[in-house]
């Protein structure tokens, strides 16, 4: 008699190309960002370069930590709302020592959070439609720039903008990649072989001592903390859920805060539990069984510290470029998340005004006492939400 012939051992490849496809759109698609936010609150190119190797070692280890722990395809990313943050914020400080005591802060927040759930529950209320403006104004300036781009360097900004046009309606996952790439040739034709003049190929970390000054605390650390927390961790929760997998929000919390102030001593912002690229890792995409999904989480965590040395090589394409081009192509790598933004902000009818109110404010770029717009859009948003409910309320 003769036995059945055993199932084939499912093949690791697709699971680890999955993996390998969420680091490749992840980091492609905003590391201009972060270069870009690091540059706007005074970081040279080291101490950039430096703060882009560390965030990618920290959420390389991250990630395989949290995935081999919990066996659940669970991811870090770097925070993009947090670098359009900085990008926004820019001139309230030019000393990166403040800027990196914010970072500080706001990693400390985010692991305070984790050990008090009450913390997490607080931040949990914040409306959405008025954390959402908040977000929605954070980006706004950075969206705008490749209308500017359009009109000031056509020759260079024009073809990035139609081809992320083209590859947007036919393969999106890749436009912003794709786009990026032909910015980098059309940079190296029009600079030649000079824009890698001076540049450290072979990235080191930068130790950067924080200075605290409670000004830049405000307008940094606290938007960055809500920021993270409203806008990236919540949500990437909310995406491994609904895959149906618990979530350990606790060890996720610790493992993405201590890993943030780990490298905010090396210049690197905030880092968090990734949502859209978690959605392909915890997706049938990534693996029929479910609990297989878990090994394209520990690939792409492998894949980012394989690829933090190129951190170097992507510094000294963003200091030769012209600020406006890499500016543009940030804002059409958030032009989506605006778009998710905007429409959550004004779902409820009732709280449009105080989302209005809060856009409009952020998106301004004021300063108030040396503190930034997002800090006073979040504060103006709540006092015209209670003002708007109470009325509402007493009629």
Known sequence: M??????????????????????ATGFASTFSIVLAGLAAVGADRDQASSGLLAICVAIGVGSIVLSLWHRIPIMLAWS?????????????????????????????????????PALGRLIARIPRSVANAMLAGIIFPLALAP??????IPLLALPVIALWLVLFRWAPRWATPAALVLALVLIAVTAGGGWLDGARLAPQLVLVAPEFDLVVVASIALP???????GQNIPGMAVVASF?????????????????????????????????????????ESAREPERRWIAALASGVGYLLIAPLAGLA?????????????????????SALVGAIVSAVEVPAQRMAAVATF???????????????????LVGGVVLLATTRRRAAA
């Open 224 to 230: 960055l903390y809500i920021v993270t927390m409203a």
């Open 80 to 116: 993009t709302p947090g670098a359009a943050l900085l990008v926004a914020t820019a001139g309230v400080t030019d000393r990166f020592g403040e800027a990196v005591a914010a970072f500080l802060v706001a990693a400390l927040l985010v692991m305070l959070t984790g050990l008090l």
């Open 147 to 152: 209308v500017q781009a359009a009109v000031e």
């Open 360 to 378: 409009l404010v952020t998106a301004s770029g004021i300063a108030v006492a040396g503190i930034g717009s997002a800090f006073w859009g979040l």
């Open 244 to 284: 149906g997998y618990p979530v350990p929000s606790r060890s996720a919390l610790l493992a993405s805060g201590g890993g943030s102030a780990l490298a905010a001593l090396a210049g690197g912002i905030t880092i968090n539990l990734a949502a859209i690229t978690a959605a392909l890792a915890a997706g049938p």
């Open 2 to 23: 003769t036995s059945a012939p055993s199932a084939p051992r499912p093949s690791l490849a697709q699971p680890v190309a999955t993996g390998l496809i969420a680091l």
């Open 315 to 335: 510094a000294a394409f963003v200091a030769a470029s012209p600020p406006l081009l890499i500016q543009s192509v940030a804002g059409l790598a958030l032009l």
